[in-house]
């Protein structure tokens, strides 16, 4: 059988043996793992974790980590740390909060911030990736004059001369560094710092959906960071959303900031719609201090009421289930109760994806809201200890990328099984393998889940071009394989080979135990997928040359053009 070849370039990070493990949780989770920089044996509460780069995975060292959290019902700073050279950080306290927003960045990622929820108020959490975006623009600028920083040719800000200042309130004195980064979480809306939420003076906290955002970071030539003077505004021009449709989208548009002390979105100010003379649309307001802000708006919801079940049928208590919105950007997440039951908010005469985590991957289900709530307690989320879920995102172009999923379809591995958009979901020995989710309008994702392996052999995950426009790298395409506890990422710009129409990610090698270990590819192949498309019926000679073992007449199904395929709503 062909097989994929291991890629000469790709991200030492990814190289491992991952052995299915329940032990974790998605946002947090017990350790008993060596201690790492900060961390204090004698100490209440240790918090860890590790950052990532969003798009590859690889551990970003020397990042800055600022640390706050809810303890007995205040929110406050616990302390700021750095990773170290593998990318790991953790911080030790005297007191156990409830709470935890983890926050990071560095010269070359822009700001972000996860919350990591500890109800039960343990004594050791791991938190979940920290995964930072890489800064779009970095500028060096004299502060006494007027300033403008562009992307590309997009003023996204502008500033008057000595307007900022330090935290003793003093101009700087040279140049002045800026660190610019887009934040378009139209394909993931993670890319997005905390929750959307955003709370009012009464303490009721609402979901908001954002059209765009970005992080701006000022600094001294000695590296100390600047902000806006006590009466000085600046002006920003949020990019819109690469998803949202500028003749639907609202004229005017709050504007909220991310606190991150209190983990939540602070709405001040007002954006306006704006074509600039590059044709590009951005929301243009006025700021009073930089962080990271998001043109956003409360929206309305309902409620979808469901269960999480294991493999048996048992319920699964303290899962961690969250909700994506398919024709919106936002989310919102909370956890099961004992009886293995949740109740979680979306936005109403929607498309949303609801998942759950606990130390495993379930199923994705894809639900079609209206004005009233969601009943889906006959048809619960199963949990499986040996769950492998794989999530493929990517931008506005092009408008189709699909998912290929390919292993052994008998013990003896004689025969193939493969999953994609023309054939799912797929019973081998009992196990139900799916594309839950198929994308056919730009940005994803694509989800295919597998509960377990049914047997052992070689695994082999693809992703194809299926529109002619763009290309795979540029779009930029993104793989995230979560499989046990461990989350691992793929890129295009990672791959070896010129670029072709097919990449080649990753195999997941499966012995006879049906334990895995994945083994990147990173490859830019051929006559996979593509000559099947084109050619319509999968001939003899072809399966031969492409797909040795897809010998049999029940494997050998043609991949026919996508002419009954439904178009999920897009945000446009």
């Known amino acids: 059988m062909k097989s994929f070849t291991q890629g000469t370039r790709f991200s030492q990070s990814l190289l491992f043996t991952a052995v299915i493990s329940s032990t974790a949780l998605v946002g947090c989770s017990n350790s008993d793992s060596d201690n790492t920089p900060g961390e204090s044996d004698a100490a209440a509460f240790t918090v860890s974790g590790t950052a990532v780069n969003f798009y590859t995975g690889e551990h970003v060292d020397n990042a800055s980590i600022s640390i706050a959290g809810d303890i007995n019902g205040v929110h406050t700073e616990l302390g700021e740390t750095t990773t170290d050279n593998s990318g790991r950080f953790s911080l030790s306290y005297d007191n156990v909060p409830t709470r935890l927003v983890i926050s990071g960045q560095n010269d070359e990622f822009g700001e972000y911030s996860i919350i990591v929820l500890n109800e039960d108020q343990e004594s050791r959490v791991t938190a979940a990736n920290l995964a930072l975006q890489p800064v779009d623009v970095n500028a060096v600028f004299d502060p006494e004059t007027d300033s403008t920083i562009e992307l590309g040719t997009t003023p996204v800000i502008e500033l008057a001369a000595n307007s900022l200042v330090d935290n003793n309130g003093n101009t700087p004195e040279g140049d002045v560094s800026g660190r610019l980064t887009i934040i378009d979480p139209s394909a993931d809306p993670s890319l997005m710092p905390g929750n959307y939420q955003t709370i009012d003076n009464q303490g009721d906290v609402s979901l908001i959906e954002s059209f765009g955002a970005i992080s701006a970071v000022f600094e001294d030539s000695n590296g100390e960071e600047l902000n806006l003077a006590e009466n000085q505004t600046a002006t920003i021009r949020i990019p819109l959303a690469s998803g949202i449709n500028p003749n639907t989208a609202d004229a005017t548009i709050p504007l909220f900031y991310f606190d991150e002390t209190t983990g939540y979105w602070v709405e001040e100010g007002i954006a306006t719609l704006t074509q600039l003379a590059n044709n590009t649309y951005v ?201 046990g506890e461990q989350e691992i990422f793929f890129s295009p710009s990672e791959a070896t080979n010129p670029l072709t129409e097919e990449w080649a990610v990753f195999n997941i090698e499966v012995d006879a135990n049906l334990n895995p270990t994945i083994v990147p590819v990173q490859e830019f192949v051929e006559g996979w997928v593509e000559d099947g498309l084109e050619e319509g019926p999968i001939e003899e000679g072809l399966i031969e040359e492409n797909f040795e073992a897809f010998a049999t007449p029940a494997n050998t199904r043609a991949l026919e053009p996508k002419t009954n395929q439904s178009i999920k709503p897009s945000y446009k």
């Open 283 to 483: 929301y243009e307001g006025t700021v009073s201090h930089f962080t990271v802000w998001n043109a956003d708006k409360v929206y309305e919801t309902i409620n979808i009421n469901g269960c999480v079940v294991d493999e048996t049928g048992e319920p699964v208590a303290n899962a961690d289930v969250t909700s994506q919105g398919r024709d919106y950007i936002g989310s919102a997440n909370t956890t099961s109760n004992d009886a293995g039951l949740f109740s979680l908010p979306a936005r109403f005469n929607s498309d949303v994806l609801i998942s759950a985590r606990n130390g495993a991957v379930s199923n994705t289900l894809e639900v079609d809201t209206d004005n009233t709530d969601v009943d889906l307690t006959n048809n619960c989320l199963v949990l499986s200890p040996d769950a492998v879920n794989i999530s493929l995102t990517w931008g506005e172009a092009p408008d189709d990328l699909d998912s290929h999923l390919f292993g052994p379809a008998n013990a003896d591995g004689t025969e193939q099984f493969h999953v994609y958009y023309g054939n799912h979901p797929v019973i081998v020995n009992e196990v139900v393998m799916d594309l839950d989710v198929d994308d056919t309008s730009s940005f994803g994702p694509e989800v295919i889940s597998i509960p377990r392996f049914p047997y052992p052999g070689t695994y082999q995950y693809l992703v194809h071009q299926f529109s002619n426009e763009s290309d795979i790298v540029s779009s930029p395409a993104r793989v995230k394989l979560t499989i």
